[in-house]
């Protein structure tokens, strides 16, 4: 069955250093998104994407954050300068696209553990 | 705006029996709701989704879910519940006229089965 996977599955940076997560989605699928869950908090929506641009963002996705699909399979999150904040696991999700032009379910990947000392 | 509600921290049932983990929503339009578990250390994984039809979903499992539109409800359930089945649940919503498909999470229910 196909799925999503990330890479790496932990990340240790130092305080102000970049980070890029990888993500390959499911090969079919259109749509794409980041989320991140802080430890022992809910799931966040950060980013959709679709179409080579931003769809939505949240206010949590400031200038710190971009987003890329820089081939025809991968898909990444940038962090610039990253925060202590930003310590959390981060998911990648796709989803593919009905003959309605409606979403369909999004599957999501293991995460990335980032931790910013 | 968009919300989604676990009102429960914790389930704890013993195995073989009925399990069920509670979730209210608020959207502005039609909803799409979904649930999703997540085993430690493991990405969240797709159980089951209500978009439109009958009001009993069915999903992986052997898990379902209820639609109440009344209530504003989407209570995930299993009649006979296993020790694997242990785990963390996440009921989730978005709303039809978002084209974009942005998911809102609840807080998660953490199920414990035992033996």
């Known amino acids: 069955e196909p799925e999503v996977t990330q890479t790496p599955s932990h990340q240790v940076t130092q305080m102000g250093q970049e980070v890029i997560l990888r993500c390959v989605p499911i090969?079919?699928?259109?749509?794409f998104y980041w989320y991140r869950q802080i430890l022992g908090q809910k799931v966040e929506f950060l980013v959709s994407?679709?179409?080579?641009?931003?769809?939505?963002k949240s206010e949590i996705f400031d200038d710190q954050f971009s987003v890329e699909r820089p081939d025809g399979s991968n898909f990444t999150l940038k962090i610039r300068s990253t925060k202590l904040e930003d310590s959390a696991m981060y998911f990648c999700?796709?989803?593919?696209?009905?003959?309605?032009?409606?979403?369909?379910?999004?599957?999501f990947g293991p995460g990335t553990r980032l931790l910013v000392l | 705006a968009q919300s989604v509600a676990q009102p429960e921290d914790q389930v704890n049932v013993a195995e073989g029996n009925p399990l069920t983990v509670k979730c209210t929503y608020s959207v502005s339009g039609n909803p799409y709701l979904f649930w999703y578990v997540q085993y430690p250390n493991r990405g969240l994984q797709f159980l089951l989704k209500?978009?439109?039809?009958?009001?009993l979903v069915k999903g992986s499992y052997g898990f379902e879910a209820e639609f109440n539109k009344s209530q504003t409800s989407f209570h995930l359930k299993k009649p006979s519940a296993l020790v694997s089945d242990s785990a963390l649940y996440f009921c989730a919503v978005r709303s039809i006229p978002d084209s974009w498909g942005k998911l809102q999470f609840g807080a998660g229910t953490q199920v414990v089965v035992t033996p």
């Open positions: 999700a796709s989803s593919a696209r009905t003959s309605g032009g409606l979403q369909e379910t999004q599957y």
């Open positions: 090969s079919n699928h259109l749509y």
């Open positions: 209500y978009i439109t039809g009958d009001n």
């Open positions: 994407f679709y179409n080579n641009e931003i769809s939505e």
